[in-house]
C-alpha cells in the first residue's frame, strides 16, 4: 500500500533554517514528539527546503520537493529515517551559521556562566549535563556547541538530549528517564533515548554564556579517577572539529579547565558534584 497524500505536516526552525516535511498523519506524528521538538512552529511560515515522506509497501521514502527523481533517504525503519532527517537538518542549519565557532561537546549554564564539556563519545558528556540540568542548571547544548566569536560568549542549541541506554542503566537516579519517552535504535543498534531539558528540570530558558569552566572528559577503566587542573593547549586540542584559532585560544585562556577521567559516567559524577559543592540527592 502507498501513502502519497499528505495527510499531515511537521516544521522546524533551527537557527533561523525552516524545514517542513509532510507525510502520513502517524508518522509525522512520531517525528513531531522528537525531531527538534524544542524548535518546531506552526507549518505557516515559508520553509527553506519541504521533505515529503511516503511509506510505500513497508518502506519509508523521503524525498525533497524540486529534486523528486529518487529518494533522498529509504529505509523500512522509521528510525533510520529519524536519523536522516535529524542529521540533514542539523548540517544544513549550521552551514547557515558557520559564522559562529562550532565545537563538538556540551554545556550548561547557571546565572550566565557556562560549564563546558568535551570529549569523545561514551565519555560521560550527556551524564553530567543531565545531573546539572536536574539541580538548576540550564541546558545549552548536549552536541554542537556555539560560539560568537565576537563576544565570545555560546548560544543555546534547541537540541533535545540523546543518551545511550547504557549511560541511564548505569545511573541509578537517571534511570527513570526512560519512562514515557522516546528512544531509537542508531544505524548501529545502540538504543538512544530522547530526553527534552525541560521534563528534567530545565524549565527556564537558557541565555548565552560566558564559559566559566571547561571539563575534558577521558574514559579509563584502569587508572585511577582524578580531577584535576589543566593548561590551555591541552584544552584546544581538545576542542573537536575545529580548526586551532584565536577565537578557541581566547575562550580556554580566559576560562578555568580541568581533566576529568573515571571508568564511567558514574563516579565521573561524582567526582564533579564534589567539586562544585553540590548536594547529594
Same mark, same amino acid.
Given at each position: 500500500?502507498?501513502?502519497?497524500?499528505?495527510?499531515? =505536516? !511537521?516544521?522546524? @526552525?533551527?537557527?533561523?533554517?525552516?524545514?517542513?516535511?509532510?507525510?502520513? %498523519? $502517524?508518522?509525522?506524528? +512520531? *517525528?513531531?514528539?522528537?525531531?527538534?521538538?524544542?524548535?518546531?512552529?506552526?507549518?505557516?511560515?515559508?520553509?527553506?527546503?519541504?521533505?515529503?515522506?511516503?511509506?510505500?509497501?513497508?518502506?519509508?521514502?523521503?524525498?525533497?520537493?524540486?529534486?523528486?527523481?529518487?529518494?533522498?533517504?529509504?529505509?523500512?525503519?522509521?528510525?533510520?529515517?529519524?536519523?536522516?532527517?535529524?542529521?540533514?537538518?542539523?548540517?544544513? =542549519? !549550521?552551514?547557515? @551559521?558557520?559564522?559562529?565557532?562550532?565545537?563538538?561537546?556540551?554545556?550548561? %549554564? $547557571?546565572?550566565?556562566? +557556562? *560549564?563546558?564539556?568535551?570529549?569523545?563519545?561514551?565519555?560521560?558528556?550527556?551524564?553530567?549535563?543531565?545531573?546539572?540540568?536536574?539541580?538548576?542548571?540550564?541546558?545549552?547544548?548536549?552536541?554542537?556547541?556555539?560560539?560568537?566569536?565576537?563576544?565570545?560568549?555560546?548560544?543555546?542549541?534547541?537540541?533535545?538530549?540523546?543518551?545511550?541506554?547504557?549511560?541511564?542503566?548505569?545511573?541509578?537516579?537517571?534511570?527513570?528517564?526512560?519512562?514515557?519517552?522516546?528512544?531509537?535504535?542508531?544505524?548501529?543498534?545502540?538504543?538512544?533515548?530522547?530526553?527534552?531539558?525541560?521534563?528534567?528540570?530545565?524549565?527556564?530558558?537558557?541565555?548565552?554564556?560566558?564559559?566559566?569552566?571547561?571539563?575534558?572528559?577521558?574514559?579509563?577503566?584502569?587508572?585511577?579517577?582524578?580531577?584535576?587542573?589543566?593548561?590551555?593547549?591541552?584544552?584546544?586540542?581538545?576542542?573537536?572539529?575545529?580548526?586551532?584559532?584565536?577565537?578557541?585560544?581566547?575562550?580556554?585562556?580566559?576560562?578555568?579547565?580541568?581533566?576529568?577521567?573515571?571508568?564511567?559516567?558514574?563516579?565521573?559524577?561524582?567526582?564533579?558534584?564534589?567539586?562544585?559543592?553540590?548536594?547529594?540527592?
Amino acid at each position: 500500500m502507498s501513502s502519497r497524500e499528505a495527510a499531515a =505536516a !511537521l516544521q522546524v @526552525n533551527l537557527l533561523g533554517y525552516r524545514l517542513r516535511i509532510t507525510g502520513p %498523519e $502517524r508518522e509525522i506524528e +512520531a *517525528l513531531k514528539g522528537s525531531l527538534f521538538s524544542r524548535c518546531q512552529e506552526p507549518p505557516e511560515t515559508e520553509p527553506h527546503t519541504v521533505y515529503r515522506l511516503e511509506v510505500v509497501k513497508g518502506e519509508f521514502r523521503v524525498f525533497e520537493t524540486g529534486r523528486e527523481n529518487s529518494p533522498l533517504f529509504h529505509s523500512k525503519k522509521l528510525d533510520d529515517i529519524f536519523w536522516d532527517v535529524e542529521y540533514a537538518l542539523l548540517c544544513e =542549519a !549550521l552551514e547557515r @551559521n558557520n559564522d559562529l565557532i562550532q565545537i563538538h561537546g556540551a554545556a550548561v %549554564e $547557571r546565572d550566565g556562566k +557556562a *560549564l563546558v564539556f568535551l570529549g569523545d563519545s561514551y565519555v560521560g558528556k550527556s551524564t553530567m549535563t543531565l545531573h546539572l540540568v536536574r539541580l538548576g542548571y540550564r541546558f545549552l547544548s548536549d552536541e554542537v556547541i556555539l560560539i560568537d566569536p565576537a563576544s565570545s560568549r555560546l548560544k543555546p542549541f534547541p537540541r533535545n538530549l540523546l543518551v545511550r541506554q547504557g549511560a541511564l542503566e548505569s545511573d541509578a537516579i537517571l534511570k527513570q528517564l526512560r519512562e514515557g519517552r522516546w528512544r531509537y535504535n542508531d544505524k548501529r543498534g545502540e538504543t538512544k533515548w530522547l530526553v527534552d531539558p525541560v521534563e528534567v528540570g530545565a524549565i527556564d530558558e537558557p541565555q548565552e554564556a560566558v564559559v566559566e569552566r571547561i571539563y575534558c572528559l577521558k574514559r579509563d577503566e584502569e587508572a585511577e579517577p582524578l580531577l584535576e587542573l589543566l593548561g590551555p593547549r591541552v584544552v584546544i586540542e581538545e576542542m573537536l572539529g575545529q580548526s586551532f584559532n584565536n577565537h578557541l585560544i581566547q575562550i580556554a585562556t580566559s576560562s578555568q579547565t580541568f581533566r576529568l577521567r573515571a571508568p564511567h559516567g558514574g563516579v565521573a559524577w561524582e567526582l564533579l558534584r564534589t567539586h562544585l559543592g553540590l548536594p547529594e540527592k
